[in-house]
C-alpha cells in the first residue's frame, strides 16, 4: 500500500510540474502577441484549507501568474491515502458516466408508494353493534399483555409488564387511564384475538371471518369518546394511547385520521417536554418519540413528494438518541420453557433490539429518499448526488458492521429448509381459548427461538430495502451496465431484492405469520422491474418468477386474509404492477412454487 501511495504522489508531482511548465511556456508566448494594459490589477492570490477542502481565491491577469499559481498550488497540496481514495473514487465515477446517468432517479423508481395504493377515506361510525363489558375488556387487556408477536411487536410503547400491574392494582389513581385501555384492547383485538383465538375456532364457526376488527372498531369509538375529554390532559398514558388509536385507525382501513390523531400525540409530547433540547428520556419516554418519528417518516417520504421541508421532517426528529439494547440476557436452558415460558426481559430484549435496528435504518432511510426526492425535483444533473449516495453506503456499511452476530445475515436457505422438514410449524403464539372471553385456564406459548428468528428477518428485510435505494440510483434504467462499478452495484440490488422475496416467502408460509413487513415486496418488485426492461432473458425470467410470487405469496398471508394494514389495497397495487410489466397472463396461481435463483453476474475486481 505504501509503494502505491508513493507512486501516486510521484504521479501527482510530475503531472503538476508538467501542467505548470506547459503553462509558462504558453503564458511567455502569449504575453509577448498581447500588450498589456496598467489598468489591471495587480496579481493576488490565497490557498487556504477549509473543513471542506482546499479553498482559492485568486485573480490572475496573465499566464505566468497562473503558472505562479499551479506551482503554489502544488506546493501547498499534500494528499493524504483517504484524499487518493476519494480522487480515485471520482475518476471512477466520471469513466462510467454513460451508466450513471439514472442517477437522476429519472429510471422509473418511484417514492409514491402510498399514491400508487387505493386510500380509504371513510371514518369512523359514531356506534357499532358490539357489546362491550369488563370481563370482554379484562380478556383483550391479559390477550394484549401475553401475546408479544402480535402487539408489542408493532408498537413497543407499552411495558406489558407494568401495565397488567397497574391494570389489576386496587387502587383506582394508579390504574392506567380508560383511554389507553381502550386503545390496548382496539389494539389487541384487531390482531392478537383475530390470530390467536377466533381463527381457531372449528371449521364450521367462521374462523376466517374478520370478527377482530369489528372489535377493533368498537374500542376504537370508545377511545376516541374518552380522548375527547382528556384532549388538553398530556400525560404518558394518554399520549400513548392516541398513538396506538391512530395505529388501530389505520389497521382498520380508516387512515384519514391518522395524521390527526399523531399531530394530537406530538402535541402532547411536546408540552410533557419529551422534545425539550436537553432533556434525559427514560426508555418509555424515548421509544414512544422514536416510533412517532419512525411512523411519520414512513407516511410523509413514502408519499413520493419533496413538498414537505426538512424543518418540518426535523421537527419530529427527537433530541434525545434512543439508548441502545442491553446485551442478550443468558438463559437457563435448564429451566421448563414449555411450562414456564421464556423470561420476559427475553422477550423484550428482541422486541427492543428489532426496533432499535428499524429506527437506525429509518433515519438513514429518510437521509437518502430526503436526497433523491429533492434530486428528482429539480429536475436537472445533480453533480453531487452520487457522491452523497456513496457517502450514505458507507454508513449503512458502519451500521450493518455494528450488528450483533446474530442478527447479521440470516441463513435463509437453511431456515427454509428447516421450515420444509417441520411440514407444520409450531405458532408463534398459541391459544387453546376459543371464546370471546379468555378462560381463566388459558394457555399462551412464546416459542423464543421462532420469536427471536421473527424479529431478525424483520430488520434483515428493511435493511435490504435501504441497500436497494442507496445502489438503484447507479444502474441505467433501459440495459444491462458495463463497467465494473455499475455490475456491482447491479449485483447488490438484485441481492438486496431477492432476500427480501425470498425473507417474505419463509416468514408468510409459517403457520401462523402474525407481523409480516410486506411493503418490501414493493421495493423488490421495482429492481425485477428495471430487470424485464433490459430485454435480457436471463434477467427477465428470473424477474417474472418473481414478481409473480410477490403476488402469489402476499395473498397466502393472514395479514391479506385478514386487511391488516390495509394489505389489500396494497396487493392489488402491486398485482397491477405486475401486470403491466409481464402482461395479463403473467400472474399464475401457483404459491409453492420454488423461486428461482438469481442469474449469475461475475463479481467486478
Request: hydrophobic fraction near 35%; charged fraction near 20%.
Amino acid at each position: 500500500m505504501n509503494k502505491v501511495m508513493d507512486q501516486w504522489q510521484e504521479s501527482i508531482d510530475k503531472m503538476a510540474k508538467d501542467f505548470a511548465q506547459k503553462t509558462r511556456d504558453f503564458g511567455q508566448r502569449v504575453d509577448q502577441s498581447f500588450k498589456k494594459t496598467p489598468l489591471l490589477q495587480p496579481c493576488a492570490w490565497k490557498i487556504t484549507t477549509t473543513h471542506k477542502g482546499l479553498l482559492v481565491e485568486s485573480n490572475v491577469n496573465s499566464f505566468n501568474d497562473l503558472s505562479k499559481l499551479v506551482d503554489q498550488f502544488k506546493r501547498t497540496m499534500h494528499i493524504s491515502p483517504r484524499d487518493a481514495e476519494q480522487v480515485m473514487e471520482d475518476e471512477k465515477l466520471q469513466m462510467e458516466d454513460h451508466d450513471t446517468s439514472s442517477i437522476h432517479t429519472s429510471s422509473g423508481f418511484s417514492f409514491g408508494v402510498w399514491n400508487a395504493v387505493p386510500q380509504t377515506s371513510s371514518v369512523l361510525p359514531d356506534d357499532y353493534p358490539v357489546d362491550i363489558s369488563p370481563e370482554l375488556t379484562d380478556s383483550l387487556v391479559d390477550l394484549y399483555c401475553r401475546t408479544p408477536c402480535c402487539s408489542a411487536i408493532r408498537l413497543p410503547i407499552i411495558d406489558t409488564t407494568d401495565f397488567l400491574i397497574r391494570y389489576h392494582h386496587p387502587d383506582p389513581a394508579k390504574k392506567p387511564s380508560d383511554v389507553l385501555i381502550y386503545a390496548v384492547c382496539a389494539m389487541a383485538a384487531r390482531n392478537a384475538f383475530q390470530m390467536h383465538v377466533w381463527s381457531k375456532r372449528p371449521a364450521h364457526d367462521t374462523p376466517q371471518y374478520n370478527m377482530g376488527k369489528a372489535l377493533s372498531m368498537a374500542y376504537c369509538i370508545k377511545g376516541r369518546e374518552e380522548l375527547a375529554d382528556c384532549f388538553d390532559t398530556p400525560t404518558i398514558d394518554n399520549c400513548q394511547a392516541v398513538f396506538l388509536l391512530s395505529y388501530c385507525n389505520h389497521q382498520n382501513g380508516h387512515n384519514g385520521v391518522n395524521f390527526v390523531y399523531e399531530w394530537i400525540c406530538f402535541t402532547m409530547a411536546q408540552e410533557m417536554g419529551l422534545y425539550d433540547e436537553g432533556r434525559e428520556l427514560n426508555t418509555k419516554e424515548s421509544i414512544l418519540v422514536w416510533c412517532l418519528y419512525y411512523y411519520n417518516t414512513w407516511y410523509r417520504v413514502l408519499q413520493g413528494s419533496s413538498n414537505t421541508s426538512p424543518a418540518e421532517l426535523e421537527q419530529l426528529h427527537p433530541s434525545s438518541p434512543l439508548p441502545p439494547p442491553q446485551p442478550k440476557p443468558i438463559m437457563d436452558f435448564f429451566m421448563d420453557i414449555d411450562l414456564a415460558g421464556p423470561p420476559q426481559e427475553m422477550i423484550e430484549h428482541y422486541i427492543y433490539t428489532e426496533w432499535y435496528c428499524m429506527i437506525q435504518l429509518q433515519v438513514l432511510r429518510q437521509e437518502c429518499m430526503s436526497r433523491l426526492l429533492t434530486s428528482q425535483a429539480a429536475g436537472k444533473l445533480d453533480t453531487t448526488l452520487s457522491k452523497d449516495l456513496l457517502v450514505m453506503q458507507d454508513k449503512l456499511q458502519v451500521f450493518y458492521d455494528g450488528l450483533p452476530a446474530e442478527w447479521k445475515n440470516p441463513d435463509i436457505e437453511s431456515i427454509a429448509l428447516d421450515q420444509m422438514a417441520s411440514f407444520a410449524p409450531e405458532a408463534c403464539c398459541i391459544s387453546n381459548s376459543f371464546d370471546l372471553v379468555q378462560e381463566e385456564n388459558s394457555y399462551y406459548h412464546v416459542d423464543i427461538h421462532e420469536f427471536a428468528r421473527f424479529c431478525v428477518l424483520g430488520v434483515h428485510v428493511y435493511y435490504n430495502i435501504n441497500k436497494i435505494l442507496l445502489y438503484q440510483a447507479f444502474i441505467p434504467p433501459d440495459h444491462v451496465p458495463t463497467s465494473p462499478f455499475s455490475l456491482k452495484c447491479l449485483y447488490t440490488c438484485i441481492d438486496a431484492a431477492y432476500a427480501i422475496t425470498q425473507t417474505l416467502d419463509i416468514m408468510v408460509k409459517h403457520h401462523d405469520e402474525c407481523n409480516i413487513p410486506l411493503l418490501g415486496f414493493l421495493f423488490a418488485n421495482m429492481i425485477y422491474i428495471k430487470l424485464i426492461n433490459y430485454n435480457d432473458n436471463q434477467y427477465s425470467e428470473f424477474a417474472r418468477r418473481c414478481l409473480q410470487q410477490s403476488v402469489n405469496i402476499s395473498k397466502l398471508s393472514k395479514a391479506y386474509l385478514y386487511d391488516f394494514e390495509m394489505t389489500r389495497n396494497l396487493v392489488g397495487a402491486m398485482t397491477q404492477d405486475v401486470l403491466n410489466a409481464c402482461g395479463p397472463t403473467a400472474l399464475v396461481d401457483d404459491p409453492f412454487a420454488i423461486l428461482s435463483p438469481p442469474p449469475f453476474i461475475p463479481q467486478p475486481y
